[in-house]
C-alpha cells in the first residue's frame, strides 16, 4: 500500500522534468534563432562594411574610439605592408607610430594628423583624415582614409623614369604647383574667402591647402632624389659639399642655398632679384653680389666634373641648364 504514493511521486517528479525539458529545448530554439539573425546581421554589416571600404582608391579602415580596427580595406593592407584580414584586432595608432589613444573627436572634422610609418616602408609620411560615420545611426564606429604622401599625384608620373631629363620636367611640373598653393596659403582670409565661395565643401576645401601644399612638397622631394639618383649631382648643406659621383668639393652655405635652389628648378629662368629673395631669403643682398656666387658656383660644378652649368639669359636673369653642358 505504500507503493502507491511513491508510484505518484515518481510520475509527478517525470512530468516536472518533462516540463523543464520542454522549456530548455524551447529556449535553446530561441537561441539558435537568435545566433542566425545575428549571423544574418553580421553578414550584412561585413558587407556593408566592405563596400564603404573598398570605395575609391584611398586606403580605409573601421575603427571604434580606442582606435582598434573592426575592418580594413586591402588599400589599408597593402598601404601597412599587412594582410587586411589581420588587420581587425590590431590599434591602428600603433600601426601607424602615433601616440594612443589618438581620440578622433579631437580638432575639427577633415585633416586629422600626419603619421610617420614606422614598419615597412618607414619614412613615408601618411596623412590620417577622419571621414563621415557609415551609419548616421551608429555609434563608435569612425571611418578614416590614409593617404600615402608618395603616391604619385600627376598622370603618368607613375611610368618608370630613366632619363635625367623627364625626371627635370617632374620637378619643374611641381614647383609650378607649389607656386600656386603657396600663394593660396599665403592669400588673405578675404582673398581666401572669396576664393573658396566658388569651392563645393568650402570649409573642407580651405582646412586641406597646407596638407596639399606639404604633399606636393614632398613629391618634389621624391623627384630630387630620383633626378640625383640618375645624374649623380647633390647637395649636401650639413656636410657643405657638392656630390657628382665619387666626386666631391667644399661649399659655402650661400652657394649650397643657390644650388639647392637651382637644381629644384632646373631649365627655369630667374631674374637676379628672384634668386636673391627666393634662394638666400634676402633682401639686403643685391645683384652685384649674386653675380659673384654664380661665378663660384660654376666652378664648383666644374671641379665635381657636373653635366650641366649655370647660364646667362641675357635681359632675363639665369638657369641651370643640363642640356647645354
Not at 14 to 32: N, P, V, W, Y
Not at 278 to 303: D, G, I, K, M, P
Request: proline content about 5%; aromatic content about 4%.
Amino acid at each position: 500500500m505504500q507503493k502507491l504514493p511513491q508510484r505518484r511521486a515518481v510520475r509527478a517528479q517525470r512530468g516536472a522534468d518533462s516540463e523543464l525539458i520542454s522549456e530548455l529545448l524551447a529556449r535553446i530554439d530561441e537561441l539558435q534563432r537568435e545566433v542566425q539573425s545575428a549571423r544574418q546581421a553580421g553578414a550584412e554589416t561585413g558587407r556593408s562594411m566592405r563596400a564603404l571600404l573598398e570605395a575609391g582608391e584611398e586606403a580605409r579602415v573601421l575603427t571604434n574610439p580606442a582606435g582598434d580596427v573592426l575592418a580594413a580595406g586591402e588599400a589599408t593592407g597593402v598601404l601597412l605592408g599587412a594582410d587586411s584580414r589581420t588587420l581587425p584586432g590590431e590599434n591602428l595608432w600603433s600601426l601607424l607610430g602615433l601616440a594612443a589613444p589618438w581620440s578622433p573627436t579631437a580638432g575639427r572634422r577633415g585633416v586629422s594628423g600626419l603619421a610617420m610609418l614606422a614598419g615597412p616602408g618607414s619614412g613615408r609620411p601618411v596623412l590620417v583624415e577622419m571621414a563621415n560615420e557609415p551609419d548616421p545611426g551608429s555609434t563608435g564606429i569612425y571611418c578614416w582614409t590614409l593617404t600615402d604622401f608618395s603616391r604619385p599625384l600627376l598622370p603618368g608620373e607613375s611610368r618608370p623614369v630613366t632619363d635625367p631629363a623627364q625626371a627635370r620636367t617632374w620637378l619643374r611640373a611641381y614647383a609650378a604647383l607649389i607656386e600656386v598653393n603657396q600663394v593660396l596659403v599665403s592669400a588673405s582670409a578675404d582673398e581666401l574667402e572669396r576664393a573658396l565661395e566658388r569651392v563645393p565643401n568650402r570649409e573642407s576645401e580651405s582646412v586641406l591647402l597646407d596638407v596639399q601644399l606639404a604633399r606636393l612638397v614632398y613629391r618634389r622631394r621624391i623627384w630630387r632624389g630620383i633626378h640625383a639618383r640618375l645624374t649623380g649631382l647633390t647637395v649636401d648643406r650639413k656636410q657643405g659639399l657638392l656630390r657628382n659621383g665619387g666626386l666631391d668639393t667644399r661649399i659655402s652655405s650661400r652657394e649650397a642655398q643657390l644650388l639647392a635652389f637651382l637644381l629644384d628648378h632646373p631649365g627655369v629662368t630667374f631674374s637676379a632679384e628672384a634668386l636673391v629673395t627666393r634662394a638666400w631669403h634676402s633682401n639686403y643682398l643685391v645683384a652685384e653680389q649674386l653675380r659673384t656666387y654664380v661665378v663660384r658656383c660654376r666652378t664648383r660644378l666644374c671641379e665635381v666634373d657636373a653635366h650641366c652649368e649655370i647660364v646667362n639669359v641675357r635681359g632675363r636673369g639665369y638657369r641651370l641648364d643640363f642640356e647645354a653642358a
